[in-house]
């Protein structure tokens, strides 16, 4: 019996330095039978030369002349597939030889599986292991949820957790819920598994079978734009979280957030994600804008605005309330905050110390005063005061 195809898609903009040691754990993986649609999108460097040493058939390149970005090259290369199954694969991470086999055999002990995630070391630049020099990082890729409903709650309040290229799928999901979202360039994969989880559950092989790189430029200190695009596709992401999204799966998943526990037509959800999304980043008001921004479409009908007094005793004079507030609180904001707060407490420090040298000085003069007039009342002062007016006499001539 012949064994099911995985195409593997690798999208790869100029990293040369560890595109082949990519390429070969594809090659060495002890489940032999793969496609590698690699994309190569519009490297600079020694990339299409690293590529085209190669030739085994099953690789199959594809060279763009011009940097396209990730979605569109990945986009590209998942138009190409032929395979049952689709993993993905950076091209500076690194696969252990079984993964493929491991995930296969998941796949038939578990027939209704669709999705497939497996563990994850971290490397650095020379293939370092880093998983305790990272440990937050280490922890946070490799931290499960419960169950499906916690999955997505994890997702809408806090954010990412899993790497693609630890992802195996079945090729029928792209037909469900299509390729990756170009208006993505950092959060791509977070907004593909949002429509994933919306659609199956996901399941996990709790063994690290790759490698995945972290390097010292990723550090985003060094790049303050990455932060704020992240921050940026977050919150779009979030905007839109709640489309396409099954009535019964929301309603499972959120109720015990719900204003109004007792909501279920489909006006009640709809001010139910206006309220969830006032609050969308940790369950806090820091962010109350794509709340401000779902109620003031709600409130262009007027059924919506009885129904928010009706049933959640929410009118626009609320909505006004929030308005007035402090709309937007990104991390950059956050440290900026935090760097003035650090500044203003060293100032402060400076200002004490200085205030208390002043002072030493002020009790210094009043000593040294204090011990003039003692001299100038003591008897030999006195007695010796003829003998200082001969002195000054004498310095005039």
């Known amino acids: 019996m012949e064994t099911p195809l995985i195409s593997i898609v690798m999208v790869n903009y100029n990293q040369e330095d560890y595109l082949k040691e990519s390429i070969d754990s594809v090659i060495a993986q ?19 030369e690293i590529i085209k040493s190669y030739e085994d058939s099953r690789i ?12 569109y090259a990945t986009n590209l290369g998942l138009s190409h597939i032929c395979g049952e199954y689709v993993a993905r694969l950076d091209s500076d991470d690194v696969w252990c030889e079984k993964k493929l086999e491991k995930q296969m055999n998941f796949f038939e002990n578990h027939p209704k599986a669709e999705v497939c995630f497996t563990k994850l070391d ?9 998983n305790r020099k990272l440990s937050d990082l280490y922890a946070l890729y490799n931290t499960r949820q419960e169950n499906r409903k916690n999955w997505i709650r994890f997702f809408f309040f806090l954010g ?10 079945k090729r029928t999901l792209l037909e469900e819920v299509g390729g990756f979202n170009l208006s993505y360039m950092q959060t791509h994969d977070f907004d593909f598994f949002i429509r994933l989880i919306k659609k199956t559950d996901f399941y996990f092989l709790e063994e690290p079978l790759i490698k995945y790189r972290r390097t010292e430029s990723q550090n ?13 596709e977050y919150m779009n992401i979030r905007f839109h979280f709640f489309e396409e999204f099954p009535r019964d799966l929301f309603i499972e998943t959120f109720q015990e957030y719900f204003v109004n526990k007792e909501s279920y037509s489909e006006e009640e959800l709809k001010c139910e994600q206006a309220f969830l999304l006032l609050k969308c980043i940790g369950w806090s008001e820091l962010n109350p804008v794509l709340g401000t921004m779902a109620f003031e479409q709600l409130f262009r009908e007027e059924k919506m605005v009885r129904l928010l007094e009706e049933r959640y005793n929410f009118t626009p004079k609320d909505y006004y309330e929030i308005n007035g507030r402090k709309q937007f609180y990104s991390l950059e904001l ?3 905050i935090e760097e003035k707060q650090e500044e203003i407490a060293r100032l402060k420090k400076e200002n004490a110390d200085q205030k208390k040298h002043i002072e030493a000085l002020l009790r210094l003069k009043d000593d040294q005063q204090n011990h003039i007039r003692k001299i100038e ?16 006499i004498l310095s005039r001539h």
Request: some cysteine; hydrophobic content about 35%.
């Open 30 to 48: 002890t489940y032999q039978n793969w496609e590698l649609i690699i994309v190569d999108d519009g490297s600079t460097d020694a990339s299409v």
């Open 377 to 392: 009342n003591s008897m030999s002062w006195k007695v010796t005061e003829p003998l200082r007016n001969v002195k000054k």
């Open 122 to 130: 971290l490397i650095d630049e020379n293939g370092n292991n880093v």
């Open 60 to 71: 199959r390149p594809i060279f763009l002349k011009k940097n396209r970005h990730i979605c």
């Open 220 to 232: 985003s200190s060094l790049h303050p734009e990455k932060d704020r695009r992240l921050f940026n």
């Open 334 to 336: 956050k440290n900026d």
């Open 160 to 169: 990412n957790s899993l790497i693609q290229s630890t992802m195996m799928f």
